[in-house]
């Protein structure tokens, strides 16, 4: 059973940085599919970023259209882990930011095995 801890959540204001690591445990997530999903109150939880195994050393990362250029999904596969990197950052970024794996399938919000318990981020305008 994988285990998922996210941390380096925050206060920052908007224009600032913040990093974003997620540490997993109980396997070897080298071939796992990634992610980074976000919850505002009031919405739904919604995609971020991921990063998915392609075979061999082969990976592929992907965005939603609102981070693109913002945001860099990066893996430490010696390190087992998978950190956000949020550049130029927006009060609309304001959200629990959490971690999802799966070692299957592409994760989604809806096809995730496992997730992590969310760490705050929050914007100031």
């Known amino acids: 059973q994988v285990q998922l801890v996210e941390s380096g959540g925050g206060l920052v204001q908007a224009g600032g940085s913040l990093r974003l690591s997620c540490a997993a445990s109980?396997?070897?997530?080298?071939?796992?599919?990634m992610g980074w999903f976000r919850q505002a109150p009031g919405n739904e939880r919604e995609f971020v970023a991921r990063?998915?195994?392609?075979?061999?050393?082969?990976?592929?990362?992907d965005y939603a259209d609102s981070v693109k250029g913002r945001f860099t999904i990066l893996r430490d596969s010696a390190k087992n882990t998978v950190s956000l990197q949020m550049n130029s950052l927006k009060p609309e970024d304001t959200a629990v930011y959490y971690c999802?794996?799966?070692?299957?399938?592409?994760?989604?919000?809806?096809?995730?095995?496992?997730w992590g318990q969310g760490t705050q981020v929050t914007v100031s305008s």
């Open positions: 990063i998915s195994w392609r075979g061999g050393s082969a990976y592929y990362a």
């Open positions: 999802a794996a799966d070692p299957s399938r592409i994760v989604s919000v809806s096809s995730s095995s496992y």
């Open positions: 109980g396997g070897t997530i080298s071939r796992f599919s």
